[in-house]
């Protein structure tokens, strides 16, 4: 199935589990969610095997695929669709010829040389940002802004979503700027309807 990036939910470990991880996921994906990265900085990989596992079931049917944050051996041992990696998660070649050809894999850029340096052939789609400064991600880079997230997608081989204070009033701003879709934590989780929350995103202005 071709990757459709139009909403990109990344989960939090605090923020999704509020209403439970996968009563959240599934809620979001109601709304629209097109993508579920698991994230979690601190859990085990056995845990995050587990909650991948448990995840992958609750999407079984709806065409949504399921990205693990980092660890490869999570991807690789819970059976989820792909692998997110930042810039400091290891070989993207090496990554790729681990999960083969069909996986989707991803990649966190934040500037030029980044995007410079990268080899498409290997990448499904990057993740640009931060756009606007956030509290859900510490130690971020300088914020984008959306001319600067409109000059990296300018620029960019591969399709990209954009990530970093995202909320459903600059869905269609970061359409504008290239961008195949927001990538969101804290507009849909911890959200009272994860439901609604996703949906907004989808509204015309
Ligand atoms: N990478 C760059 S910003 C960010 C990540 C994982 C967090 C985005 O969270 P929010 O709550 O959508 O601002
Ligand atoms: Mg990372």
């Not at 909650?51 to 991807?75: C, E, F, M, T, Y």
């Amino acid at each position: 199935m071709p990757l459709d990036l139009s909403l990109y939910l990344v989960t939090d470990p605090e923020l999704c589990a509020r209403h439970g991880l996968v009563e959240t996921v599934v809620a979001a994906v109601r709304g629209g969610v097109t993508v579920v990265q698991l994230r979690d900085k601190h859990a085990s990989d056995d845990e995050m095997i587990d909650q991948a596992r448990r995840l992958k079931a609750a999407l079984a049917g709806s065409g949504v695929p399921l990205i693990v944050n980092d660890r490869l051996r999570v991807a690789l041992e819970s059976g989820a669709d792909g692998l997110h990696m930042g810039q400091d998660d290891g070989d993207v070649a090496a990554a790729r010829a681990a999960l083969g050809e069909h996986a989707i894999l991803g990649l966190s850029v934040q500037n030029h040389e980044q995007l410079s340096r990268l080899d498409p052939a290997a990448l499904d789609y990057l993740g640009f940002g931060p756009v606007f400064a956030t509290s859900t991600k510490r130690n971020h880079a300088t914020p984008l802004g959306f001319d600067g997230l409109a000059a990296l997608v300018a620029a960019s081989p591969l399709p990209a979503v954009a990530i970093g204070g995202l909320k459903a009033k600059h869905a269609a701003a970061v359409r504008a700027a290239g961008a195949k879709g927001p990538a969101v934590v804290s507009a849909i989780c911890g959200q009272p309807d994860a439901e609604a929350a996703a949906r907004a995103f989808f509204a015309k202005a």
